[in-house]
């Protein structure tokens, strides 16, 4: 999994905390975790086609959040910035070279299988959470957070 995805989801939570009258552009976002900003843009687009956050063009646009944290889970999040391909694809290297079979095999590959299997519980988990309940946890260990980024954007 890529660091955008990382980023893409303290973006969503920085802008949780930004406030939903508060539109905030990709430089600030990126400024607030010394980021790369061109990069992060492409992460808040992925994000901004999947419907996770909307853009307002102009000196006083940015990102907005376009759903509650609740509504918005962490499969949605690594869908938008990765995709929505399976992370393991057998390319059936077992009938390649010598100790390949002649014809087909009767069986999907059993590594297949269970890269499958865990696939499907690392997607079944992220989907399962949502940014509200990581917001919620970010809050605990970090209380003053929230207003912090609140303080410096209204500052900078």
Not at 39 to 65: C, D, E, H, M
Not at 120 to 138: C, S, T, V, Y
Request: glycine fraction near 8%; include cysteine.
């Amino acid at each position: 999994m890529s660091e955008g995805v990382e980023w893409a989801l303290h973006s969503c939570l920085n802008l949780a905390w930004a406030g939903p009258d508060r539109a905030v552009s990709a430089a600030r976002l990126a400024a607030w975790h010394e980021l790369p900003a061109a990069y992060l843009n492409k992460q808040l687009q992925a994000l901004v086609r999947a419907g996770i956050v909307t853009s307002t063009p102009g000196p006083r646009g940015g990102f907005r959040l376009a759903r509650p944290l609740d509504a918005i889970s962490l499969m949605d999040v690594v869908a938008a910035v990765e995709g929505p391909d399976e992370a393991f694809r057998c390319a059936e290297i077992r009938q390649q070279g010598p100790g390949g079979g002649e014809e087909p095999p009767a069986a999907d590959c059993a590594i297949a299988q269970a890269m499958g299997r865990a696939e499907l519980a690392w997607r079944r988990a992220l989907a399962g959470q949502n940014l509200d309940e990581i917001r919620q946890q970010a809050e605990r260990q970090a209380p003053r957070a929230p207003e912090r980024l609140r303080t410096w954007l209204a500052t900078r």
